[in-house]
């Protein structure tokens, strides 16, 4: 069963209440989830999933060419003179310190994805773990907030059982 859409009080598709998360950019309500201008609603949102980005391509590119240069380096070595090979390896240092400084400081990206209204979009990106991870949560906890909205709606009498039950059981 999938949550249904809820009725708002103004009819505008305002979020009733309860702010998950409002950062620069991007909020999560009950309802909504809004990165920038674009918005999604949360009910309609499905196999929510985290996908790492690709690595920056330059870090890319000096880790190969510093990989080659290592092969080149070890292929050669008894044709080069001792200042050729002294050469070579600094060259294959620096190439390799590079690829390291790209890694360290461009992480890899945090991507949300999920199927919405029959397609698979990206949601958010970020570099930032922790934001990401704020994100990520927030929305998770507007899907429960939903489904427990609506699963009240579909079924009062279950809700106020259950509610009975959990008050008797503390």
Same mark, same amino acid.
């Given at each position: 069963?999938?949550?249904?859409?809820?009725?708002?009080?103004?009819?505008?598709?305002? +979020?009733?209440?309860?702010?998950? /998360?409002?950062? +620069?950019?991007?909020? *999560?309500?009950?309802?909504?989830?809004?990165?920038? &201008?674009?918005? %999604?609603?949360?009910?309609?949102?499905?196999?929510? !999933?985290?996908?790492?980005? +690709? $690595? $920056? +391509?330059? #870090?890319?590119?000096?880790?190969?060419?510093? =990989?080659?240069?290592?092969?080149?380096?070890?292929?050669?070595?008894?044709? /080069? &003179?001792?200042?050729?090979?002294?050469?070579?390896? *600094?060259?294959?240092?620096?190439?390799?310190?590079?690829?390291?400084?790209?890694?360290?400081?461009?992480?890899?990206?945090?991507?949300?994805?999920?199927?919405?209204?029959?397609?698979?979009?990206? /949601?958010?990106?970020?570099?930032?773990?922790?934001?990401?991870?704020?994100?990520?949560?927030?929305?998770?906890?507007?899907?429960? @907030?939903?489904? !427990?909205?609506? @699963?009240?709606?579909? %079924?009062?009498?279950?809700?106020?059982?259950?509610? =009975?039950?959990?008050?008797?059981? #503390?």
């Amino acid at each position: 069963m999938h949550p249904t859409r809820r009725a708002t009080p103004s009819g505008h598709g305002t +979020p009733l209440a309860g702010e998950h /998360l409002n950062l +620069p950019g991007v909020r *999560v309500t009950d309802r909504w989830f809004v990165v920038g &201008q674009r918005r %999604f609603d949360v009910t309609e949102l499905h196999n929510l !999933r985290t996908v790492r980005g +690709p $690595h $920056h +391509p330059m #870090a890319l590119r000096a880790g190969a060419c510093a =990989a080659g240069g290592i092969a080149l380096t070890g292929l050669f070595a008894r044709e /080069l &003179q001792p200042g050729g090979v002294l050469g070579a390896i *600094v060259a294959v240092v620096i190439l390799a310190g590079v690829a390291v400084g790209f890694f360290l400081r461009r992480p890899r990206a945090y991507e949300l994805w999920a199927d919405y209204r029959g397609l698979t979009i990206q /949601l958010y990106y970020c570099d930032d773990e922790r934001r990401y991870g704020a994100v990520s949560r927030a929305i998770i906890r507007a899907r429960e @907030s939903a489904w !427990r909205v609506d @699963s009240d709606v579909a %079924f009062p009498s279950a809700a106020s059982s259950m509610q =009975a039950w959990y008050t008797q059981a #503390a």
